[in-house]
């Protein structure tokens, strides 16, 4: 069995985050270290799907789930416009192997994609 991680080990209780939406399934708190003026981590109660793709396919439902919690969070902190992103891999950047999407608002610009 894998060690729990960072996401379950909040929703467990045993580290504190910043809850700003939650359904019965999934969860967005504030990331603490923001790249954007508005930067959510929303990610299933589960931690049974390692990255986007598996989720996907597996459980199309949950998928959709988390991207609602995403629109939702994006409409209370921001004027509703945002970007989600979905690390998949190392090498794209993923340092935790529990779904999750980031979600960045604030006045972002095509710019703000690169380095």
């Not at 939406?21 to 603490?32: L, M, S």
């Amino acid at each position: 069995m894998s060690e729990p991680s960072i996401f379950t080990r909040i929703l467990n209780g045993e580290i504190p985050a910043d809850v700003v939406g939650e359904t019965e399934n999934a969860v967005a708190i504030k990331d603490i270290a923001p790249k954007a003026p508005v930067h959510v981590v929303v990610f299933p109660r589960t931690q049974e799907y390692r990255n986007v793709v598996e989720l996907a396919a597996a459980d199309p439902v949950l998928m959709a789930e988390v991207v609602g919690l995403a629109n939702t969070v994006a409409a209370q902190l921001s004027d509703g416009d945002f970007r989600l992103v979905f690390n998949t891999g190392p090498d794209a950047g993923q340092t935790v192997f529990h779904v999750h999407a980031h979600v960045l608002a604030g006045g972002l610009d095509e710019k703000s994609l690169g380095a």
